[in-house]
């Protein structure tokens, strides 16, 4: 079917299924463990329901424009940063950039992108398209550290030469271009990502095709893709790292995968401009009057840890205890947003934005830069269809009492 034929976001996912390499599909699909977190980003959505406005006059009159991080956008949407579009599509994240530049949204452009910043820097429409680049910090050289042998040497040095890679990587978007720096925080350890794992045997010459080339570590041979290249990861990540980041650029920084009210409050203490809630493990107790606190890790579109609640859950939770923080940083959510209802509710109850990770992968995997453009379109319908059916005609119109966990009310 061509791209104009799909109707929802879902579609995407169903041809992409059939149509894509083993290895692609096996990665885009893939989440950690049983995959309950993974289900749970979806099912959360489902659990939200509507208070809408009648009789709210010119529904002809309306837009959809907002903006986040300081970026204008003509939808409250942007895609999120997902590795290796090559896997899906010869052309890769170009599609996503040239997509994103004719339906006026932002991308950032994962750390693993297959292709080029430079490339895809050069791609936009024009200078004012917004990107935004998401870093991965590897190790850093750990001052004090004694060398022992060679080895030991050898080895601190490279680390040392990582970080002054990330140095220069950051006053290189700036210089190109970036919005924003995306932080990313939730995969400072590994996870088994299921389906990835069952099908690394058939992934080597796909992983080579496809590779990273913001990063200057080849991709491990043998390994599921996910595995193969995350290799350069610190896994000893604090919140000194975003001096670190604050340090290399001027750009505003947004921390990705956030888990609960308490760090959102760090995030601000620590200067953060804006927080993209990935997962979060709070959750409403019925039978209490309160809520349990507790910190896990976030789940990174159900990719990290299994079992963790929804980042709608936890936007609402912030709502909820924190109703001051949204004019302290901007908030933005991801994970199991598939339509224009989800990104609907979140802007509701206060983000600013919505990205999506895996549908733009499926839709640039099954139609290239058509597909893409074509799932910006099927946002674009819903969002306007549900804001005014609500009795909202700009996103400003979007009140937090317009949206409520199902059931009865009970005050
Ligand atoms: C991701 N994600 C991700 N995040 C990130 O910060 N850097 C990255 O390189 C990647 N890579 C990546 C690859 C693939 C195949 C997926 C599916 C995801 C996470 C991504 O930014 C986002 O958080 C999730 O995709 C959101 O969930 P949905 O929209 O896919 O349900």
New binding site residues.
């Given amino acids: 079917p061509d791209a104009q034929d799909m109707l929802m976001l879902q579609d995407f996912e169903l041809w992409a299924e059939k149509v894509l390499s083993r290895t692609a599909w096996a990665?885009?699909r893939s989440a950690s463990d049983e995959g309950k977190a993974f289900d749970e980003?979806r099912n959360a959505f489902g659990r939200y329901f509507f208070r809408p406005r009648i009789l709210t006059g010119d529904m002809n009159q309306g837009s959809t424009e907002t903006t986040f991080m300081g970026i204008e956008t003509s939808l409250p949407v942007f895609i999120?940063?997902?590795?290796m579009a090559k896997l899906g599509h010869p052309l890769g994240e170009l599609n996503l950039t040239k997509a994103a530049g004719d339906c006026g949204i932002a991308q950032a452009i994962?750390?693993?992108a297959s292709c080029a910043v430079e490339e895809l820097f050069e791609a936009r429409k024009d200078e004012t398209q917004p990107l935004i680049f998401?870093v991965r910090l590897p190790p850093m050289l750990l001052p004090f550290a004694t060398l022992k042998s060679w080895r030991l040497t050898i080895s601190k040095i490279y680390l040392n030469k990582d970080r002054s890679a990330s140095e220069a990587l950051l006053r290189k978007v700036e210089k190109l271009g970036a919005r924003a720096i995306m932080f990313?925080v939730d995969t400072s350890w590994d996870s088994k990502r299921t389906l990835d794992e069952q099908t690394k045997r058939l992934a080597n010459s796909a992983i080579m095709a496809a590779k990273p080339t913001n990063s200057d570590t080849a991709p491990a041979q043998g390994l599921p893709v996910g595995k193969a290249i995350s290799g350069y990861q610190d896994h000893n990540l604090s919140w000194s790292d975003i001096a670190f980041i604050r340090k290399n650029t001027t750009l505003p920084i947004i921390v990705?995968g956030v888990q609960c009210v308490e760090d959102v409050q760090l995030a601000v203490e620590h200067g953060v401009d804006g927080v993209l809630l990935?997962r979060d493990s709070n959750r409403y107790a019925p039978d209490r009057d309160a809520y349990q606190l507790t910190r896990h890790k976030s789940n990174?579109?159900g990719?990290q840890a299994d079992y963790a609640p929804a980042p709608i859950d936890i936007l609402y939770e912030l709502r909820v205890l924190r109703p001051d923080i949204f004019s302290k940083i901007d908030v933005m959510i991801?994970?199991?947003?598939r339509s224009g209802a989800d990104v609907v509710k979140a802007l509701a109850l206060g983000a600013k934005a919505v990205?999506?990770?895996?549908?733009f992968?499926y839709a640039n995997g099954t139609h290239g830069q058509e597909g893409v453009t074509r799932a910006i379109q099927i946002l674009h319908e819903e969002i306007t269809n549900t804001m005014r059916n609500i009795g909202a005609k700009k996103v400003s119109d979007l009140k937090p009492e317009m949206v409520g966990p199902a059931g009865p009310w009970v005050g």
């Fill in positions: 990665y885009y980003n999120s940063p997902a590795a994962s750390a693993n998401q990313t990705k990935v990174h579109g990719r991801d994970g199991g947003v990205g999506l990770g895996r549908p992968l």
